[in-house]
């Protein structure tokens, strides 16, 4: 078997890119020098009525992205533009907003320190919780963020987790990402506090449409890398915590790009009793699928509608509705392909015809009703009733006729790229009519009770399922005039599936936990201990998962934090973990198992005159009764008949702050190992589909000094090599790497409506913000291999044919507030 290393022959082009990025990076050092002497400095110190403290206070200027938040002691510091009048807003949740107007001179330092009341008026959902110190391991994310990352997928919120520690995606198409060695099935989504599931036949990032989260009606983002606690459901990976906004006047924004559009509206009733916020988005990926090597007529479709509404009897009990109805179409009829690759020496070329096309629908819904019981501050009760269904079809017929040619490598010689030696043809028919209908019902009762040092939490739910699932796969391949497997008395399919699945069943789960603040002398220490439990009635197994998380802030002079978290963590299987290659249901699965420890801290420093903080964390993760499984593309198909152990650990780190003054940017390092043990394969250790050494992410902010209406936005990956191999091949066979992924998403706007470019016209009048942003999606023009397709030559070798992913691609969106 040859394993061709698949890389673009691009020597010379990424020298030029290489002093292209240095000269931009020269530019940018010489422009902040510029950028500081326009500036001045505003700090102080932002506390509560009682003089106590506010810590992560957000500090920001009024209708610009720049702010900053304060820290453990209630302090900070912002850069400011000067000469010209600012007004500067300090806000906190559950507190009145303050807001001052600063004009400074170049280089003043101005003192402003501000008291916030608590709010009487506040209308959010209400929720009973400690201080954020005792918050346990997870962290908050500006919401703000996921409207100016510059993104291909148009997922918003995931494109901003995918820039944190831990976390690493190698598809710009898709909105799904792997955190520290797990895959995408063993990532927590909540919104509101609804679990949140994704179409399960979905293959490619190109398929995958709109992601469920709404980025318009955030109001927070809460994340874990691992280590959270009890409080959340059973998965080995990942949580994401979402709450959509509960207006408090009216307001609206609407966007539109090459990628598709979107609008929103929300507005509360004069009496403040009924709320509503609501959602229309669009999008399609022709424009960047047709950058892919794959020609042909694409017309995908995806489009969803999603609201939330909240009505409140008395400000001791209301009533939400969160509804979301989605439909994703995917039409593809493909015509040709031509890829290249290999090394320097040795240079490939593949050329594929094809017939036939792919129609695929998948169409979702949820409806979850939500009351909300909080009698005093300190007691609340949360009862919640959901539904949500799939009903999900993937259809193709697709005949391809393809030409393996080995090319002049040369580049000095006359014929360069032209074809020397045809190493193979060949052609292959694929068929597909699968059919899947998932319903998933929810009963589940969450509450919170607080003390003077201790903050108690308990939920229970009941969830049912019902699943039909319906597999009619074959392919046929033919190599240089033979059918494989070859047979000389009969005509053999290369692969098989037909299936018929349904599904009834019931779980059981709850949890309790409770956050004790523990007096001591020098600092604050927070403790978080939690039990959860899980009945699944397919396979009766009970799972308890106790967890503990200690949080230390120490009273020192400097500004650290200390956490250490670990405790057991058990996936049971859903559905897509039951079944194996053969799409057949496993019967004798037990629950995948973690046993998982986090030690982590924050440093807070200030350097140049701003505020910065390094994160780091070390973690490792052991795994038993793991499930195998095999990635192709998006698609991960479980190995149901084998059973293993394994590992992870790591280390990340993330250093965020005003690189540029009044604004916040990161970088992200992550370090990982993770592999397993199939048991009694007699292969030992192999690395994991997700073992990925190396993972780099930046999220940089600028603007035009004194001028903040011009902006820039880069998004920047690396991650290092990731494991494959070839169709249907055993476990241990995965061990070929393909190439680094490489991108760079480089964003640039404009203001045209603000505070300072306000039109006199009544069309215009309404509107609070308005500008023009251009996106240069892959800056570098790295063609990134998501996945392979494997030919036989004429001697029965396989190459590794890679599927690229797309090229640079320019996207122009107008974004519209009012």
Known sequence: MSLIKSENITFVFMKLKKTYLLSLLCLFIAFQSFAQNNNATVYGTITNTKGQAIELANVSIKNYPIGTTTDPKGAYLLRIPAKKKVNLVFSFIGHQSVERSVQARSEERIELNIQLTESSEE?????????????????????????????????????????????????????????????????????????????????????????????????????????FDAK?????????????????????????????????????????????????????????????????????????????????????????FLGNIARNDYHFVPESRETSF?????????????????????ATSLGALSANYHPNNNLNLKFIASAFQTKEEVNYDILGFYYLNQLESDLAEEAAEDSVLNLGVGSFLNHA???LVAKVYSFSHKGAYNTTNHLLNWGVKLQLEDIHDQMNEWEMRDSTGYSLPYSDETVNLFRVITTNNKMNTVRFSGHIQ?????????????????????????????????????????????RFVFRLAGGSYQQPAFFKELKDRDGNIASNIKAQKSTQFVLGSDYLFTAWDRPFKLTSELYYKNFSHLTPYQIENVQIRYLGDQEA?????????????????????????????????????????IPRPTDQTLNISIFFQDYFPGNPTYKMHLAAFYGSRLPTGPPNSERYQDTFRMPPYRRIDLGFSKVLIGPETRVKSKLFSHIKDMSLGLEVLNLIGVNNTVSYFWVSSNKGDLFAVPNYLTDRKLNLKLTVKF
């Open 342 to 362: 290999g090394t320097y020496q040795t240079v490939y070329n593949t050329k594929i015809y094809f017939e036939g096309q792919e129609k695929d629908r998948f």
């Open 433 to 435: 009519r699968n059919k």
């Open 514 to 558: 409770d956050t004790y603040e523990i007096p001591i002398s020098q600092g604050e220490l927070y403790l978080t201990g939690g039990v959860r439990f899980h009945y699944w009635d397919y396979t009766n197994e009970f799972l308890i998962s106790p967890r503990l998380a200690i949080n230390y802030y120490p009273d020192w002079e400097s």
């Open 645 to 685: 152990k394994g590992y992870a650990a790591g280390l990340d780190f993330k250093v965020n702050g005003e690189f540029v003054s009044g604004v916040q940017s990161w970088a992200s390092v992550s370090l990982l190992q993770t592999k397993e043990d199939i048991i009694g394969d007699g292969h030992g250790w």
């Open 123 to 227: 209308i959010d959902e209400v929720q009973v919780s400690r201080r954020r110190k005792g918050a346990g391991n997870i962290n908050r994310i500006d919401p703000k963020f996921t409207n100016i990352l510059p993104d291909a997928s148009s997922s918003g919120v995931e494109a901003l987790i995918k820039t944190l520690p831990g976390v690493s995606s190698n598809n710009e198409l898709s909105s799904q990402y792997s955190v520290r060695g797990g895959n995408f099935d063993e990532n927590l989504v909540y919104v509101n506090d609804i679990e949140i599931y994704r179409p399960f036949l979905v293959r490619s990032g190109k398929q995958e449409g709109l992601s469920f989260i709404n980025s318009d009606m955030v109001s927070t983002i809460e994340f874990s890398a691992g280590a």
């Open 232 to 320: 959340y459901g059973d998965k080995m990976a990942s949580v994401l915590d979402i709450k959509y906004r509960t207006p408090t006047e009216f307001a609206g924004s609407a966007s539109a790009s090459l990628l598709g559009g979107s609008i929103h509206l929300e507005d509360i009733s004069k009496n403040k009793k009924l709320s509503y916020t609501g959602g229309l988005r669009y999008k399609t990926n022709s424009y960047l699928v047709g950058s892919l090597d794959e020609k042909g007529e694409y017309d995908p479709s995806f489009i969803d509608f999603q609201t939330y509404i909240t009505y409140r009897f008395s400000d001791a009990f209301d009533l939400s």
